[in-house]
């Protein structure tokens, strides 16, 4: 059986839009779930490099630009969980650091 070989790009995540607006301001479920399972496939070597810039405790020079992109990197895939929280929601919009119960 034959299988197709997909070379992996440094952060597929970062071809989709920053911001899509499907016109209520919310991204849809399916659109959500696809940039957090692209995401999470790039999460392992995120943390890997994050690991490796704080085996020594410090953030040298040339250390600096991965570490700020893996700032990054884990800002959107913050955003990403809040837009899947916010679908779960519906209209009501979440607190800073929800853990999925409602803002009132």
């Known amino acids: 059986?034959?299988?197709?070989?997909?070379?992996?790009?440094?952060?597929?995540a970062t071809?989709?839009?920053?911001?899509?607006?499907s016109g209520s301001g919310e991204r849809p479920l399916p659109y959500a779930t696809l940039r957090?399972?692209?995401l999470i496939a790039d999460a392992q070597s995120v943390a890997d490099r994050l690991e490796q810039i704080a085996f020594d405790g410090v953030i040298d020079d040339t250390?600096?630009?991965?570490?700020?992109?893996?700032l990054a990197f884990l800002?959107?895939?913050e955003q990403g969980i809040s837009d899947i929280v916010l679908c779960g929601l519906g209209n009501e919009?979440?607190?800073?650091?929800?853990?999925?119960?409602a803002s009132r």
Request: proline share 10%; aromatic share 4%; glycine share 4%.
């Open 93 to 101: 919009k979440a607190a800073p650091g929800a853990t999925g119960a």
């Open 63 to 70: 250390e600096r630009e991965d570490f700020e992109k893996a």
């Open 36 to 38: 957090i399972r692209r």
């Open 75 to 77: 800002h959107q895939l």
């Open 15 to 21: 071809a989709l839009p920053a911001r899509w607006d």
């Open 1 to 12: 059986m034959r299988t197709a070989t997909v070379a992996p790009t440094s952060s597929p």
